[in-house]
């Protein structure tokens, strides 16, 4: 059976969901869970998209996203890759974490967004976790109804929602007595919505599939010049050549750890791309990348450091 296409689009809404391998536990404890959103939020400045719902299951999650470019797949590579490392890290293994690629459907925000958010936050009471979505804590209920999220773009979902908190609790609750499957109409295993929608849809993968070969190519040119100019800035600061870190093998490696962090944050370089710049294989850049973000969230003259660096090829501090 032929996989769903992917629809990579700016402005597009997307349901997304992936499933741990085997269907097996992604999340051990609390801390597991908070990773992951921060990984989200990382994404969110990195790629520039909307986060309007979220939901973490033990094994299973589900995110409604609204891209601003057409990134999609680039966005959910950083969070299940960093996330996957994160968690090989911690818990001492190797491998696969999640089962297969992720799932996303382009949907009509105006036609199910109601139905869509009451889906995903009804999720933790459907599996039994909880009686009410509001006990739930890795959703963002609690946000549509009064709490603050920092998750998710709670401006925009009251644009949206178009309701009260009262109300929309009510709707949601109202979705225990009366189920019903917002992706029974789901077109293709891609699309949902109205057939205009799906129509015009449709007419966007026409030209993304025409297309493809030059965007893709044009986004290695972007992500080569900005290497150089990420490269340049790090050796720089660090008075060393591109050659001398390549080749330093002697511990604590700093303008290494600090050039592979940049490489991750502001390109899409992959492991193996990076590992290509610093003279590493791809499983050392994972380690050495989760090592100098544990040490830049402790470490405030690190911190400074770095922000420095980025401000010569960005323009912004982190």
């Not at 205009?196 to 297309?211: A, P």
């Not at 965007?215 to 800035?233: E, G, Q, T, V």
């Not at 973000?293 to 420095?308: F, G, H, K, P, S």
């Amino acid at each position: 059976m032929a996989r769903p296409y992917r629809l990579q689009g700016e402005h597009c809404f997307y349901h997304v969901m992936s499933r741990g391998d085997d269907r097996k536990k992604i999340y051990n404890q609390p801390g597991d869970y908070g990773k992951f959103m921060d990984y989200a939020l990382k994404a969110k400045k990195r790629y520039s998209y909307h986060l309007y719902a979220y939901c973490l299951m033990p094994n299973h999650f589900h995110l409604l996203v609204e891209t601003t470019l057409p990134n999609i797949s680039r966005i959910m590579h950083y969070i299940k890759g960093s996330y996957t490392t994160y968690y090989n890290i911690r818990y001492r293994r190797c491998g696969h974490l999640f089962q297969g690629r992720f799932k996303s459907i382009v949907v009509d925000k105006d036609s199910y967004f109601h139905a869509l958010s009451r889906y995903v936050h009804l999720n933790p009471v459907h599996a039994g976790l909880v009686e009410d979505p509001a006990a739930y804590v890795w959703s963002s209920y609690r946000g549509y109804t009064g709490e603050k999220d920092d998750y998710i773009d709670q401006d925009l979902v009251k644009c949206c929602l178009g309701m009260g908190r009262g109300a929309y609790q009510r709707y949601v609750m109202a979705g225990l007595e009366h189920t019903e499957d917002p992706f029974q109409n789901v077109y293709a295993g891609f699309l949902l919505g109205p057939a205009g929608f799906i129509e015009d849809r449709l007419q966007d993968l026409e030209v993304q599939i025409t297309s493809n070969d030059v965007a893709h190519k044009k986004a290695l040119r972007d992500d080569a010049a900005k290497s150089m100019d990420i490269i340049a800035a790090v050796t720089a600061h660090y008075e060393v050549t591109h050659s001398e870190i390549k080749q330093t093998r002697a511990r604590p490696m700093r303008a290494k750890q600090v050039l592979i962090h940049c490489l991750r944050a502001y390109t899409g370089l992959s492991n193996r791309q990076i590992g290509e710049l610093v003279g590493m294989m791809p499983s050392a850049v994972s380690k050495a990348g989760m090592a100098i973000e544990r040490i830049l969230e402790n470490d405030q003259i690190t911190r400074t450091v770095v922000a420095a660096i980025v401000s010569k090829f960005e323009g912004a501090i982190i």
